[in-house]
Structure formats: structure tokens, C-alpha cells
């Protein structure tokens, strides 16, 4: 148990629509981390959070949209859902921010758009 | 930018041999470099990691993996393989505030 949790572990739903996911990182980290990992595109970074703020930005496609709460848990929100979109997304937590810092990565969501 | 490259796609061991998984990365400075694992329908494993000194690290699992800053290669070894250790494995690479780079994993297959 990595000590990241992630809610809901599977979601479906359809073309057009928009998705929440959350995630409470592991008691004392201060980074949110989220990734997107499909067949295709392999594990890709989407953005990062530190102790509220934005501190990094990746591959993330204007749809999505994440935020981190003063409680230090995080959303992604995906909207205007497309077939592309499904995949595996999960969200890492670490105690500071830099590359130094390993990251815990909870079970993930799977997402799938029918 | 920083990438990381691994090989092999999949990867066929029988249980009680050895293995080696390799991961070449390619970045100016030095790397913070990392292996995890994942098995099915879970999330990523940190299993060793690499940021300075000695070039061999030991992990979990009985895992180990050697830098060889000459190759740019990270690769991860085992003596002696379970077949619990079936599963995808992926190297990542990250620097100073740079988020983490991963491969696209190798996924090992254990036989009798």
C-alpha cells in the first residue's frame, strides 16, 4: 500500500461528457502528481501541484484541468470527453518537489469512453 | 529533453534464472534515475533508485541495478527470478526540478 488513494477506480462514460477524479496523496507530501498512461502514448506526465500551486505542466490537453485543495488532495477534471481519452490515469504523491524526490503512485482509474 | 529508452518490449524468463532489463537514458547532467514495477491492474512500485555515489544500488525484491555513466545505461538485475516477479517494469529519469521521464516498460513474462 503506497499510501495514495485514488477514487473511483473505474469510471464509464461517454463522448461529451466531463469526469472528476480525485486523489489524496500520502499523509505529509505536499506534491500531486498526475499521469495518463494508455497503449499508444506509453506513461505521460500531466501536470503537478505543490502544496496548492501549479509548479509543472506536461502534455496536459486544455479539456483537462486539475487543482489541489488546501486539505492537499487533488482533482482532474476531463471534459468534453473523447474516445482518445481512455486510459489509465494516476496520480503520485511526494514529500517536496524536485526530481530527487521518489514518487508513490496510487492504483489508478481506469477510464474508459464508450 | 530528457528520454529514456528500453529495448525490450517484452521479455521472457524461466523462474531461477537471472535477468537483466536495460534502460539507456539520454540527459546533459546528471540524472536522478529510477525503476518501478507494475502489476496488473495496480499502480507503480518503486523498487530502486539512483541519485549519486556508489553505482550499484540494491532495491527491493532483490532487485539491484547498476549506473554506468560511460553507456548512459540504468539497467536492473536479478540472480534469480520468481514467478511473482511477472509483471511491466519501466525506467524513469528526472533532474533538478524537471518532473519524472519514463520508458515504455518492459513487460517480463515468467515460465516454468
Known amino acids: 500500500d503506497s499510501g495514495v488513494t485514488q477514487t473511483p477506480k473505474h469510471l464509464i462514460t461517454a463522448t461529451g461528457q466531463r469526469v472528476t477524479l480525485r486523489c489524496s496523496p500520502r499523509?505529509?507530501?505536499?506534491?500531486v502528481y498526475w499521469y495518463q498512461q494508455s497503449l499508444d502514448q506509453g506513461l505521460q506526465f500531466l501536470i503537478q501541484y505543490y502544496n496548492g500551486e501549479e509548479r509543472a505542466k506536461g502534455n496536459i490537453l486544455e479539456r483537462f484541468s486539475a487543482q489541489q485543495f488546501p486539505d492537499l488532495h487533488s482533482e482532474l477534471n476531463l471534459s468534453s470527453l473523447e474516445l482518445g481519452d481512455s486510459a489509465l490515469y494516476f496520480c503520485?504523491?511526494?514529500?517536496?518537489?524536485?526530481?530527487?524526490?521518489?514518487?508513490?503512485f496510487g492504483d489508478g482509474t481506469r477510464l474508459s469512453i464508450l | 529533453a530528457q528520454s529514456v529508452t528500453q529495448p525490450d518490449i517484452h521479455i521472457t524468463v524461466s523462474e531461477g534464472a537471472s535477468l537483466e532489463l536495460r534502460c539507456n537514458y539520454s540527459y546533459g547532467a546528471t540524472p536522478y534515475l529510477f525503476w518501478y514495477v507494475q502489476s496488473p491492474g495496480q499502480g507503480l512500485q518503486l523498487l530502486l533508485k539512483?541519485?549519486?555515489?556508489?553505482?550499484l544500488v540494491q532495491g527491493i525484491k532483490g532487485f539491484e541495478a547498476e549506473f554506468k555513466r560511460s553507456q548512459s545505461s540504468f539497467n536492473l538485475r536479478k540472480p534469480s527470478v520468481h514467478w511473482s516477479d511477472a509483471a511491466e517494469y519501466f525506467c524513469?529519469?528526472?533532474?533538478?526540478?524537471?518532473?519524472?521521464?519514463f520508458g515504455k516498460g518492459t513487460r517480463l513474462s515468467v515460465i516454468a
Open positions: 539512483y541519485f549519486s555515489g556508489d553505482t
Open positions: 524513469a529519469v528526472a533532474s533538478g526540478n524537471t518532473p519524472l521521464v
Open positions: 503520485a504523491s511526494s514529500p517536496s518537489t524536485g526530481g530527487i524526490q521518489p514518487q508513490h
Open positions: 499523509s505529509g507530501d505536499l506534491s
